[in-house]
């Protein structure tokens, strides 16, 4: 009974310690922060110490993280280990070190419910936390990517995390090449990823929202280079129609598991992703398919057939779109070949992704209806240029009606005004 | 005056006559019967009746240059927004099932306010305003 007592008061006891702590921390919101005061004072602030730190403003203090007395400004009270002082924590320490909060689900309802808590765990399924684990200093690290005074939340757009900058901040050290070359990495990612499709798009269109940054497809937290297997549904968590005709094809089948073909990549390359167009398929200088097929196979010729139901369709497209310009510079009515032409664009789009299902038949689905309404938009567009002249014609006509009544009328009041002989 | 003289006069007043009353009767009557052309610069269009509009459908509207989707929800309200989508420029649908704006060139999805949601659009659809005057649909810029 007495050893039951015992085990529980230690729980109690514990239990308190662990409500106390919250608490603490809680109350500390409205609390004193000596040590900024000194260090403000002593001009003697971490190098990336920011006041708009989200830490700073939701109101915890230094001695939140870094232990010790906020209270007192006794820097030996202040900075005691009795007071729990830990000072700067070591490199393999940090994960954990910011994990005591946000690895804890209810301390953070405080303050970000919706912040997912298990990042530490993440990370330490992640190539950086792997390494760092095995006693690698230089691996990435919670700080290496979100600074250690001027945190921000990632929808801020001063924060190191923030879609704009992440390109940036894995660059940091992606961008290092001796520290790359050390383990056999490439250091130039960066400057292709600049000059891809999803570089300008985030880079220099803004476009936040829709174009991947590095974390999109590598994650975050777990970074790890996606594996062979998985490369297909990566991309094709926003390239979802690709991802459908890709995986329901042949060759989606055939490179499926271990072998030299990687989905996407394959083609597409990773980080230098360049804007496709048509020459991509086929089988000529630029065409990617006869990187594989040669000629008399059959993936050989079903690239030609799938290159020429392209080029028909945005050939036919693009003088239609010529007719277009011109019957609007003419000043006729250009809206309804407007719209056809949005149709056969739609079709021509449509098309350029049914490539991935490799079958020039499928493509033809689309091509053929896009060709007959490019046709038709043509044929209108024709009409209304030989409109235009048909109009043309009628004014000069007009001009040399009124032209001869003048002269008539001139040539009667001339005889009028004569008197009789 | 000689009789030729005069008879020379009147024929070329008549043809002259002619031509020119067919030069101002011609534009005048195309006036007053105009051909079916839509009108490139608009600010605002008549979509039909508002109580043929069966719920949580759509219509494409010719918004000048610009296609227009027209959604009515399932709650009755009308939505008018371009119809553009802003990946790669196919006109959006209207997809009953999800209740969302869709467009099916590469599987991009928008809410019913425009905003991009999913897939590859970069940018969110621009809305247009609807009224309903006398039971009429008015779609204005
Ligand atoms: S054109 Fe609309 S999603 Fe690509």
């Not at chain 1, 409500?19 to 809680?26: L, N, R, S, V």
């Not at chain 1, 392209?310 to 407007?338: E, H, P």
């Not at chain 1, 040399?400 to 004569?418: D, E, P, S, T, V």
């Given at each position: ?5 015992f ?10 310690t ?29 190098d990336d ?8 403003t ?5 001695a ?8 007192s400004?006794d ?7 009795k ?11 940090i ?14 309802k405080n303050?970000?419910?919706?912040v997912e ?8 399924t992640s ?10 200093k ?16 990632p ?44 570089g ?74 360049k ?6 398929v ?8 006869s ?20 080029t ?28 056809m ?14 490539v ?45 009606a ?8 001139y040539?009667k009041?001339?005889?009028?005004n004569?008197?009789?002989? | ?12 007043l ?28 608009v600010?605002?269009?008549?979509a ?18 610009e ?5 009515k ?15 790669l420029?196919?006109?959006?649908q209207?997809?009953?099932d999800?209740k ?7 599987n ?18 621009k809305?247009y305003?609807?009224?309903?005057v006398k ?7």
């Amino acid at each position: 009974m007495k050893k039951l007592f015992f085990l529980l008061s230690i729980f109690l006891l514990l239990l308190s310690t662990v409500f106390y702590a919250q608490e603490k921390t809680i109350q500390d919101k409205n609390g004193q922060n000596e040590c900024l005061n000194c260090h403000k004072s002593d001009e003697n602030l971490p190098d990336d110490f920011k006041s708009y730190d989200v830490h700073i403003t939701a109101g915890l203090t230094c001695a939140d993280c870094h232990g010790g007395d906020p209270t007192s400004d006794d820097e030996d009270i202040a900075m005691s280990k009795k007071n729990g002082f830990v000072g700067v924590p070591s490199r393999k320490d940090i994960p954990q070190f910011c994990g005591r909060c946000h690895s804890d689900f209810k301390f953070m309802k405080n303050y970000r419910p919706e912040v997912e808590t298990d990042q530490v765990k993440q990370y330490y399924t992640s190539i950086h936390g792997i390494q760092l684990k095995k006693g690698d200093k230089n691996v990435a690290v919670c700080t290496s990517c979100h600074t250690a005074h001027s945190i921000l939340p990632p929808k801020d757009p001063r924060s190191s995390v923030y879609a704009l900058n992440v390109p940036a901040t894995c660059n940091k050290c992606h961008g290092d090449k001796k520290l790359m070359d050390k383990y056999n990495l490439p250091s130039d990612i960066y400057k292709k990823y600049v000059n891809s499709v999803h570089g300008i798009d985030l880079l220099k269109n803004k476009d936040v929202t829709g174009a991947p940054a590095c974390n999109d497809c590598h994650g975050n937290h777990g970074a790890t280079p996606p594996g062979v297997s998985s490369i297909v549904n990566v991309c094709g968590t926003c390239h979802v129609n690709n991802y459908n005709y890709f995986k329901a094809s042949k060759m989606g089948k055939d490179w499926e598991g271990d072998n030299d073909y990687h989905g996407c990549v394959t083609c597409h390359n990773n980080h230098d992703i360049k804007k496709p167009n048509d020459s991509f398929v086929g089988v000529g200088d630029d065409a990617l398919c006869s990187d594989c097929h040669d000629k008399g196979d059959k993936g050989y010729e079903e690239a030609k057939k799938i290159h020429q139901e392209l080029t028909n369709l945005s050939t036919l497209y693009d003088s239609a779109k010529v007719k277009l310009i011109k019957v609007k510079q003419l000043g006729m009515d250009d809206i309804s070949i407007g719209f056809m032409l949005k149709d056969a664009h739609q079709a021509m789009i449509k098309a350029r992704t049914t490539v991935h299902t490799f079958s020039s038949a499928k493509v033809a689905e689309l091509t053929v209806p896009g060709i007959k309404i490019a046709n038709n938009a043509i044929k209108k567009a024709d009409e209304e240029i030989s409109d235009y002249h048909t109009r043309r014609y009628g004014l000069g006509a007009a001009t040399i009606a009124i032209l001869i009544l003048i002269i008539g009328l001139y040539l009667k009041l001339k005889g009028l005004n004569k008197p009789e002989a | 005056m000689s009789q030729t003289r005069r008879k020379f006069i009147n024929t070329i007043l008549g043809i002259g006559g002619l031509g020119s009353l067919g030069a101002i009767l011609y534009p005048l009557v195309s006036y007053l019967i105009p051909p079916k052309i839509t009108e490139a610069k608009v600010n605002s269009v008549k979509a039909g009746k508002a109580d043929k509009f069966k719920d949580n459908s759509y219509k494409i509207i010719k918004f000048g240059r610009e296609p227009v989707i027209l959604i009515k929800t399932v709650n009755g309200n009308f939505k008018a927004l371009s119809a553009t989508c802003t990946h790669l420029q196919c006109i959006v649908q209207y997809r009953k099932d999800l209740k969302e704006i869709w467009c099916a060139c590469h599987n991009g999805l928008y809410d019913l306010n425009g905003k991009n949601i999913s897939g590859p659009p970069p940018r969110p659809l621009k809305q247009y305003d609807v009224k309903i005057v006398k039971d009429e649909i008015i779609i204005t810029r």
